[in-house]
C-alpha cells in the first residue's frame, strides 16, 4: 500500500507562484510513475504532468512552459513547480501513483491518489 500526502496549495494572484509536493510512504517510489492532476467544478479530472521512474515527463499543452514536474527519490518525495499561474489554473490538485515505471494519460491507469490540494488563483 502507497499513501500519498500533497501539501503547498493555497491562494495566490495571477502571475505568482506555487510549488506543489507530494509525499509518499513505501520503498518502492522510485519504481513507480507520477502524476499530477487537477479537477475544478463541474470539470473532468484531467492529468497537468507526469514523470516516468525514469525521469521522462509530460505535461498537458495547458501548462506547458509554466509547469514543471520532478521527483526526488531519496526523499519519496514529488513536486510541481507552477509559475507564471492563471485564473483558469484554479483546482483541487491530486498527486497519483502509477503501479509501473511508465506514466499514463488516464486517470484510470493510476493505484494510487492524495487527498489533493486547493489551488486558487485570483485576477
Known amino acids: 500500500q502507497v499513501q500519498l500526502v500533497e501539501s503547498g496549495g493555497g491562494l495566490v494572484q495571477a502571475g505568482d507562484s506555487l510549488r506543489l509536493s507530494c509525499a509518499a510512504s513505501?520503498?518502492?517510489?522510485?519504481?513507480?510513475?507520477m502524476g499530477w492532476f487537477r479537477q475544478a467544478p463541474g470539470k473532468e479530472r484531467e492529468l497537468v504532468a507526469a514523470?516516468?521512474?525514469?525521469?521522462?515527463?509530460y505535461y498537458a499543452d495547458s501548462v506547458k512552459g509554466r509547469f514543471t514536474i520532478s521527483r526526488d527519490n531519496a526523499k519519496n518525495t514529488v513536486y510541481l513547480q507552477m509559475n507564471s499561474l492563471k485564473p483558469e489554473d484554479t483546482a483541487v490538485y491530486y498527486c497519483?501513483?502509477?503501479?509501473?515505471?511508465?506514466?499514463?494519460?488516464?486517470?484510470?491507469?493510476?493505484?494510487?491518489w492524495g487527498q489533493g490540494t486547493q489551488v486558487t488563483v485570483s485576477s
Open positions: 497519483a501513483a502509477r503501479n509501473g515505471r511508465v506514466y499514463r494519460i488516464s486517470a484510470n491507469e493510476y493505484d494510487y
Open positions: 514523470i516516468s521512474s525514469g525521469g521522462y515527463t
Open positions: 513505501g520503498r518502492t517510489f522510485s519504481s513507480f510513475a
